[in-house]
T-cell receptor, first 117, second 115 residues
Framework: GAVVSQHPSRVICKSGTSVKIECRSL??????MFWYRQFPKQSLMLMAT?????????EQGVEKDKFLINHASLTLSTLTVTSAHPEDSSFYIC?????????????FGAGTRLSVL | AQTVTQSQPEMSVQEAETVTLSCTYDTSENNYYLFWYKQPPSRQMILVIR??????QNATENRFSVNFQKAAKSFSLKISDSQLGDTAMYFC????????????FGEGTQLTVNP
C-alpha cells in the first residue's frame, strides 16, 4: 500500500513556542491531505482538509490561526501549532488521499505525540 | 451529514476463533464508501478493508470480510481465525463523494485476542 511519513513522532515543547509537523506521501502524489487530532481512547477528530496550492478548509471549532496548515507540494503538508499551550497536548495524525475521489482511500502517517509543558 | 455508530466499545475473542464487529452508519450521499481501519498499540492507522456502496458483493481480504446490508445501513466486520496481532482498536468509517472524501469515524471497538 501507499506510504505516508509523518515527522516528528514525538515532540515536547515549552508553552508559547511553535511546533511544526510534517506529513509526506512517499510513493504517490496527494492533492488532498487531512489532519486529525486524537485524544486517549477516543476516535479521530478531523481538524482540517489540506489541498495542494490552496487554503486549507478547517472544521468547525478549529482555530485556523492556531493550527496553520501549508500544502506547498503534491507530497508535503505541514501543520504548525502556534503558541502552543498545555491544552494543545494531543496525538496528531495526518493522512493522504491516494487516487481520485472515486477511490477515496486515505493512508495514514504514524502520528505525532505533542506534549506542551 | 454522515454519522457512524459502533455499539461495542470492547470485545474479546480466543485465538483462532471468529469475531464480528458491528457498525451502523447514516449518510445522505448516493455514492459512498465504507471502511474498516485498525489502530494497534503503535497507533498507526491501517486500512483493513473497503466497500463501495454501489457494489452488492461483500468485500473480502484474506481473513477479513464484511457483511454489508445497504438497506439497514449496516457494515459489520468479520475476522476469521483470529490472531494475537489482530489486537487493536477498530474504527468503522464512511466517506461520500460530495463530502470531498472526508472520513467520518465511529467511536471504535477495542478488540483483544486472547491466547
Amino acid at each position: 500500500g501507499a506510504v505516508v511519513s509523518q515527522h516528528p513522532s514525538r515532540v515536547i515543547c515549552k508553552s508559547g513556542t511553535s511546533v511544526k509537523i510534517e506529513c509526506r506521501s512517499l510513493d504517490f502524489q496527494a492533492t488532498t491531505m487531512f489532519w486529525y487530532r486524537q485524544f486517549p481512547k477516543q476516535s479521530l477528530m478531523l481538524m482540517a482538509t489540506s489541498n495542494e496550492g490552496s487554503k486549507a478548509t478547517y472544521e468547525q471549532g478549529v482555530e485556523k490561526d492556531k493550527f496553520l496548515i501549508n500544502h506547498a507540494s503534491l507530497t508535503l503538508s505541514t501543520l504548525t501549532v502556534t503558541s502552543a499551550h498545555p491544552e494543545d497536548s494531543s496525538f496528531y495524525i495526518c493522512s493522504a488521499r491516494a487516487g481520485s475521489i472515486a477511490k477515496n482511500i486515505q493512508y495514514f502517517g504514524a502520528g505525532t505525540r505533542l506534549s506542551v509543558l | 451529514a454522515q454519522t457512524v455508530t459502533q455499539s461495542q466499545p470492547e470485545m474479546s475473542v480466543q485465538e483462532a476463533e471468529t469475531v464480528t464487529l458491528s457498525c451502523t452508519y447514516d449518510t445522505s450521499e448516493n455514492n459512498y464508501y465504507l471502511f474498516w481501519y485498525k489502530q494497534p498499540p503503535s497507533r498507526q492507522m491501517i486500512l483493513v478493508i473497503r466497500q463501495e456502496a454501489y457494489k452488492q458483493q461483500n468485500a473480502t481480504e484474506n481473513r477479513f470480510s464484511v457483511n454489508f446490508q445497504k438497506a439497514a445501513k449496516s457494515f459489520s466486520l468479520k475476522i476469521s481465525d483470529s490472531q494475537l496481532g489482530d489486537t487493536a482498536m477498530y474504527f468503522c468509517a464512511v466517506s461520500g463523494e460530495t463530502s470531498g472524501s472526508r472520513l467520518t469515524f465511529g467511536e471504535g471497538t477495542q478488540l483483544t485476542v486472547n491466547p
